[in-house]
């Protein structure tokens, strides 16, 4: 498929901060492409670089076969955009919203269908002030939609939301798809990104660690086995690595959890350590790694690897 959003070499600092540091990415048409990171990774500048809202110090973007910098007017026409927190006047209604912002675009949606599509038809009168987190990131839904865009961005669209909220906003996601539109989403929740994209890639320190297809990331750790283990007090992880051949250590209190590519083998070396230092194992876990770890593994590594440098 051809791709609906192209970033070549883009660069943004903030004085001797990196935001973003030469990433590189490419979303296919038709797909919901998955940026993730953790807070402070650059994603969210990103975002602003490719939508129009920041300009970057360096690089190419190209949106719906236009170029972003050259023209960013026309650019603004094809897509649609969600930020975190929609900023609208306390006053203002889900209706007066959705026909002021349809006035700057050629052409629009109908603000009865909106309303009706994004569940805002009881509230469409009402203060923006008094509508509820939920039907906040509805009406900011139905915003992005007015100009019946090609392409709809939306940074962290379920953040803050309850458990019902979240279930609709992903079903809207996946209907967005379903019509034909290509989603640029930013997200802290790898269980969401797991579930609705078909591509994503991981950011750190303004960089993209990884991308892909969530399974192939994945498959790429398939060798990995995750151990989670919890035992009657704190472990001496002194000596774990060398002696058992395990990575990633991670304690919080009694529970420890490690990366292994033979489970069999450290866990019996293990249970020796645990036997010199009279410690008893409570629960064990060995399981297969998810998105979230092979996220937490990421980071981790640039983690260490940037150490002294700060997080951009």
């Known amino acids: ?47 602003e670089c ?90 900011a839904l139905a915003l992005a939609f007015v100009n019946r865009p090609e392409l709809v961005v939306l940074d962290e669209p379920t953040a803050g939301l ?29 269980a969401e990104a797991e579930e609705l994209c078909d591509q994503v890639a991981i950011i750190d320190h303004g960089r993209i660690l990884a991308r892909g297809e969530p399974g192939s990331l994945l498959g790429e750790m398939s060798r990995t086995q995750v151990v989670i283990l919890a035992t009657d007090r704190v472990i001496d992880v002194a000596g774990w690595p060398a002696r058992c051949g395990i990575t990633d250590i991670a304690i919080e209190g009694t529970r420890a959890m490690f990366h292994t590519t033979d489970a069999t083998t450290a866990l019996g070396e293990l249970a020796v350590v645990l036997r010199g230092q009279g410690i008893r194992l409570i629960s064990l876990t060995v399981d297969q790694p998810s998105l979230e770890d092979a996220f937490l593994q990421l980071t981790r590594r640039t983690d260490r690897a940037g150490a002294g440098e700060g997080r951009r």
Do not use: W
């Open 50 to 139: 490719i939508i129009g809202l920041r300009e970057p110090d360096e690089g190419y973007i190209e949106v719906c076969g236009i170029d972003v910098r050259r023209e960013p007017r026309e650019m603004k026409q094809r897509i649609g955009v969600a930020l975190q927190a929609t900023a609208l006047q306390e006053a203002i209604t889900p209706r007066e919203a959705i026909e002021l912002l349809g006035a700057f675009y050629r052409q629009r949606e109908d603000t009865a269908d909106l309303l009706r599509r994004f569940d805002l038809r009881a509230k469409a009168d009402a203060r923006f002030a008094t509508l509820s987190g939920g039907e906040k990131q509805r009406l």
């Open 162 to 190: 309850d458990t019902q909220a979240r279930r609709e906003l992903r079903a809207e996601i996946r209907k967005m798809q379903s019509e034909g539109c290509t989603v640029l989403l930013t997200t802290h929740d790898l």
């Open 1 to 47: 498929m051809p791709a609906q959003v192209i970033v070549r070499d883009l660069r943004k600092a903030y004085g001797a901060t990196r935001a973003v540091d030469g990433i590189n990415l490419e979303v296919a048409r038709g797909t919901i492409f998955g940026l993730l990171g953790p807070n402070g990774a650059g994603k969210t500048t990103t975002v």
